[in-house]
Structures are given as structure tokens and as C-alpha cells.
């Protein structure tokens, strides 16, 4: 059974940092894309970033290039989204998503999500 934990989120000032974990399970890293969305209050929800699980190869938002950086942990059953500079537009809702296809920012072909974890940027 495929299964996504999302965790990480909570509070933060504006320039602050957090790092979002996804813990997966029922399924091999090696072979599937993970990835994470956000969706803000009153808008559709967007992708954020995406990491290959055979290669490596990752894809950013144009908004959080720079900023965030995906990765695989050492446990390599854990994808992590690293948060810098963060700011009051970043505040979401975000998702954690896995799918064998690598998705880029194309929800509609992801299979498998996560709970959410709430992020708030505010001062």
C-alpha cells in the first residue's frame, strides 16, 4: 500500500527557513517522482518542485528557484523540501505527491499524495 507523510510545516517569519519531510512507503524511491504542491487559500493549487527518483533530476517553480531545494535523505525512503528566505507569499498549504511519471508542476497525473502540511509566513 502506497503511503505519503508529509510533516514540517508550522510558523515562520518572513526570511526564515523550514524543511518539509516526506516519508514514503509501499514503493520503490528508485523508481518514482517525488514531488511536492502548495495550494493558498482562494487560488489553484501550483507546483513547487519535483525530484526524479532513477536520476536525479529535479524541476523548481520559477517563484521558489533559488530558495528551496529538494533532495533525497540518507534513509532514501524521505524526500526533502529545504525552505529559505521564505516570505508571506509562500504561505500554503503544501502537498506531498509521488507518481512514477516525473511531473514537473502537472497535478493531474500524479497518483499518490500526501495529507498536507500547513506553512505560514507572518511576521
Known amino acids: 500500500q502506497v503511503q505519503l507523510v508529509d510533516s514540517g510545516g508550522g510558523l515562520v517569519q518572513p526570511g526564515g527557513s523550514l524543511r518539509l519531510s516526506c516519508e514514503v512507503s509501499?514503493?520503490?524511491?528508485?523508481?518514482?517522482?517525488v514531488g511536492w504542491f502548495r495550494q493558498a487559500p482562494g487560488k489553484e493549487r501550483e507546483g513547487v518542485s519535483c525530484?526524479?527518483?532513477?536520476?536525479?533530476?529535479?524541476w523548481y517553480a520559477d517563484s521558489v528557484k533559488g530558495r528551496f531545494t529538494i533532495s533525497r535523505g540518507n534513509a532514501k525512503n524521505t524526500v526533502y523540501l529545504q525552505m529559505n528566505s521564505l516570505k508571506p507569499e509562500d504561505t500554503a498549504v503544501y502537498y506531498c505527491?509521488?507518481?512514477?511519471?516525473?511531473?514537473?508542476?502537472?497535478?493531474?497525473?500524479?497518483?499518490?499524495w500526501g495529507q498536507g502540511t500547513q506553512v505560514t509566513v507572518s511576521s
Open positions: 505527491a509521488a507518481d512514477p511519471a516525473f511531473f514537473s508542476d502537472d497535478s493531474d497525473i500524479v497518483h499518490y
Open positions: 525530484i526524479d527518483g532513477s536520476d536525479g533530476s529535479t
Open positions: 509501499g514503493f520503490n524511491l528508485d523508481y518514482y517522482a
